[in-house]
């Protein structure tokens, strides 16, 4: 009885013990007793702390649906804002949190084809979350310091066209670097 409800307030941490079975290593493995520490650490911590995002972006949600039904209405700018940057966070501990679980359940990054498209993926929700933050730091100098206004209207596309021009451009800078790292897929280091 408080195993179960304990497991359903903390999902989460069902997941943890899979890192601490001790399995036969081979050479591909991460797993190695060398390294046994070192992939307990990065694994555990980076699972731990794509759960507290997790939490984070939930918040976030539960906070703007309850101002949308207080509001009865469209919501307005402020509250669309932090909806829109927990969307982009959700995405991107989602995409994380695909990658760690297959290192901690095989002990091992994924395949070069999947790890590409997944470090594409990675790339691309990481530069259009920084894409996001600096057109909404451009919109708000210029409002704040210039005084110069710009009226979306009831549509917020005109706001995302931008995001996602930058985030394409810097997504083709980055499409050969995508694959294998020594924990997770991401874009390639050049050093």
Not at 36 to 51: A, C, Q, R, Y
Not at 74 to 102: E, G, V
Not at 124 to 134: G, R, S
Not at 155 to 167: A, E, F, M, Q, R
Request: with cysteine; hydrophobic share 50%; aromatic share 20%.
């Amino acid at each position: 009885m408080i195993l179960d409800k304990f497991s359903m307030n903390f999902p989460f941490l069902l997941i943890l013990p899979l890192l601490f079975i001790n399995v036969e290593a081979d050479g591909d493995r991460l797993d190695t007793p060398e390294n046994i520490k070192n992939f307990h650490l990065i694994v555990g911590f980076s699972l731990t702390l794509i759960i507290l995002g997790w939490f984070g972006c939930i918040y976030v949600f539960y906070r703007i649906y309850k101002q949308w039904l207080l509001s009865k209405k469209r919501l307005a700018m402020i509250y669309r804002l932090p909806f829109y940057s927990a969307c982009s966070d959700f995405l991107i501990n989602f995409n994380f949190f695909t990658n760690m679980i297959h290192t901690a359940i095989y002990a091992r990054v994924w395949d070069d084809a999947p790890c590409k498209v997944i470090g594409a993926l990675n790339w691309a929700f990481l530069t259009i979350n920084l894409c996001f933050y600096a057109v909404i730091a451009v919109i708000t100098y210029l409002r704040v310091c210039r005084e110069i206004y710009f009226h979306y209207g009831k549509y917020d596309y005109k706001l995302w066209v931008y995001v996602l021009t930058g985030s394409a451009a810097l997504q083709v800078l980055n499409l050969q670097n995508n694959g294998k790292r020594d924990y997770w897929c991401a874009a390639k280091s050049v050093y």
